[in-house]
């Protein structure tokens, strides 16, 4: 892996992973346009730089995780359906990882589905407090991120929108979440990449963690911003854009793998 390689998926990540347009896809896309083979370092390069991102989290919202256990009881009830799941499930998600036209399909469907879900939940309500029976609720929309292509970012929002959250509300409940779910997938994956992984190539390793950091920071207060304002249908159309171009690409036999 080059440095300008391991920038550019950095910034893919720090970008894509917080906003609901999958970040996945957007690998796919950033490997195969340039031309990237896979091997075991780039796998642990991709698993390893999402804990750059995940930093950036509890940086921007750093009170939050320091109020009071009730935050942290609420995170883990909504993280309990993805970690029970994630086990039962996990050769059959592996399966799905190898199935390039499952991402680009869910992509588009996902985007069909942001197009209008500024009109289906629009009616938020008043009282903002994420209770545990809603928690729990939006812990199994986060389940159905698990197939490849349909952003994990996108289901939570869903799932807190659905339980009359406001776009901000449910969107900084999606990023919080994300710590302990990440953090648990990213680190059981990268115990089976750890051996890739060597001081030979730690440094494209920091720089890597350190770039995704620093866009993710960035990407997460536009994100807040811009929905407050917009809404989703823009990532509705984007997505369906990426999900064609993904198509497009592997039915020209363009060379496109999921690290």
Known sequence: MTWFEALILAIVEGITEFLPVSSTGHMILAEGLMGMKSNDFVQAFIINIQFGAILSVVVLYWKRFFQTMKFYYKLFVAFLPAAVFG???????????????????????????????????????????????????????????????????????????????????????SFFLAVPTMLAASGYKLLKNYNAITIENIDILIFGNVVAFIVALIAIKSFINFLTKHGFRIFGWYRILVGVVILLLYFLGVDLTIS
Do not use: C
Request: charged share 20%; no cysteine; net charge negative.
């Open 87 to 173: 086990l039962l499930l996990s050769d059959y998600i592996d399966m799905l990882l190898e199935s390039i036209y499952v991402v680009a399909v869910m992509l588009i469907l996902g985007g069909i589905v942001l197009l209008f879900i500024d009109k289906w939940f629009n009616n938020v309500s008043e009282d903002q407090e994420i209770t545990y029976p809603k928690a729990l609720k939006i812990g199994f929309f986060q389940v159905i991120a698990m197939i490849p292509g349909v952003s994990r970012s996108a289901a939570t929002i869903i799932g807190g929108m659905t339980q009359k959250l406001g776009r901000k509300e449910a969107a900084e409940f």
